[in-house]
């Protein structure tokens, strides 16, 4: 008989991922969610580092390439180096899917200095609350980028 090889990832934070204080039908989740979304990439848009952290809280977690941020300062940090980053090349942004609490969206990105070479990355976001609960962000730029 043939056995299964099962490699168990360590979880990386005890909360909740659907943490609903106050059930909303789907309708006003997506509603809810696609609000938070406009302010949060027209934040992103005119680099405003306050405007995009007035969407996130302590409780928020963002993992980029597999390293967990939490909270509020960590969070920050990570988006000024990203705001840093971005100012230096091109990035377009594919219409985002928005179901509910969730936003996805994927993005093309052309660093000036590269002459031409263009990453793709991927975004994924939970909103609850009007807030920020979990982002992940993934891009094999960050492997020659890092950011922190």
């Given at each position: ?16 991922l659907f943490d609903r204080k106050v059930q909303k ?75 509910e609490e969730v936003i996805y969206i994927t993005w ?19 909103v609850q609350n009007s807030i920020i609960k979990y ?14």
């Amino acid at each position: 008989m043939k056995s299964l090889q099962t490699v168990i990832v360590p979880q990386y934070f005890d909360v909740p991922l659907f943490d609903r204080k106050v059930q909303k039908s789907a309708e006003e989740t997506t509603e809810e969610t696609k609000k938070v979304w406009q302010h949060h990439i027209q934040a992103w848009d005119a680099v405003d580092l306050d405007a995009i952290m007035a969407d996130y809280s302590e409780d928020s977690i963002l993992i980029l390439n597999n390293t967990v941020k939490k909270g509020i300062e960590p969070v920050r940090n990570v988006f000024a180096n990203l705001f840093d980053l971005f100012s230096k090349g091109q990035n377009i942004i594919d219409p985002e899917v928005i179901e509910e609490e969730v936003i996805y969206i994927t993005w093309h990105f052309t660093p000036e200095a590269e002459g031409g070479t263009c990453y793709f990355g991927t975004d994924s976001f939970v909103v609850q609350n009007s807030i920020i609960k979990y982002q992940t962000i993934g891009s094999s730029l960050y492997e020659k980028y890092i950011v922190t």
